[in-house]
């Protein structure tokens, strides 16, 4: 099973929003709503910012926002601010395992 | 609140074994599943397993089998991951998370540095 496939970068001026993509295939993102996002500043650990494709944990802050089309989800941040500039994963269940993207690094301009 | 505290550094030779643990509280230990998950230098996160702290039972991932194995002690609120057979693409920092059924990790231990050199 190959990694999921995100943009290497992402990058966008403070209070504008930016879209990361995790492409998977039918056997991961494309049949199972069970994608995750994680924010990992370096460090640090991975924070959960979305889980079930769109769901928000508490205290995550609502300017982040999920989807999915077909084999491919989305994580969207608006009102970018400073302190987004980080690596973000996402992670699809795969049937018994779970596959994670190749990760992107968002900046804030 | 929930805390999952991992042990220290480790540094082995290659074909060593490491044992990693990671000890949880704040929670009912056996009401969640723990994933072990690693992030090796330059790259990006990988899924290793996972255990049921309940059962006892584990998953692993394809690429580790044979070489990885959870385990858990209820007594304690503690997960242990031992990875044997060790090579220099093994260095890493290893993580604990605690999970859902529906395979989403809420919280995360700090980490834990293992390198492998000789």
């Known amino acids: 099973q190959s990694a999921l496939t995100q943009p290497a970068s992402v990058s966008g001026s403070p209070g504008q929003s930016i879209t990361i993509s995790c492409t998977g295939a039918?056997?991961?993102?494309?049949?199972?709503?069970?994608v995750s996002w994680y924010q990992h500043h370096p460090g640090k650990a991975p924070k959960l910012m979305l889980y079930?494709?769109?769901k928000r944990p508490s205290g995550v802050s609502n300017r982040f926002s999920g989807s999915k089309s077909g084999n491919t989800a989305s994580l969207t941040i608006s009102g970018l601010q400073a302190e987004d500039e980080a690596d973000y994963y996402c992670?699809?269940?795969?049937?018994?395992?779970?596959?994670f993207g190749t990760g992107t690094k968002v900046t804030v301009l | 609140q929930v805390q999952l505290l991992q042990s220290g550094a480790e540094v082995k030779k290659p074909g060593a074994s490491v044992k990693v643990s990671c000890k949880a509280s704040?929670?009912?230990?056996?009401?969640?599943?723990m994933y072990w998950v690693r992030q090796a230098p330059g790259q990006g996160l990988e899924w290793m397993g996972i255990?049921?702290?309940?059962?006892?039972?584990?998953i692993y991932a394809q690429k580790f089998q044979g070489r990885v194995t959870m385990t858990r002690d209820t007594s304690t609120s503690a997960v242990y991951m031992e990875l044997s057979s060790l090579r220099s693409e093994d260095t890493a920092v290893y993580y604990c998370?605690?999970?859902?059924?529906?395979?989403?990790?809420?919280?995360w231990g700090q980490g834990t540095v293992v390198t492998v050199s000789s």
């Open positions: 704040g929670y009912s230990f056996t009401t969640y599943y």
């Open positions: 992670c699809s269940y795969a049937g018994n395992s779970c596959l």
């Open positions: 255990i049921n702290p309940s059962s006892g039972s584990t």
């Open positions: 998370a605690r999970g859902s059924r529906t395979w989403y990790f809420d919280y």
């Open positions: 039918s056997s991961d993102v494309g049949t199972y709503n069970l």
């Open positions: 079930e494709v769109s």
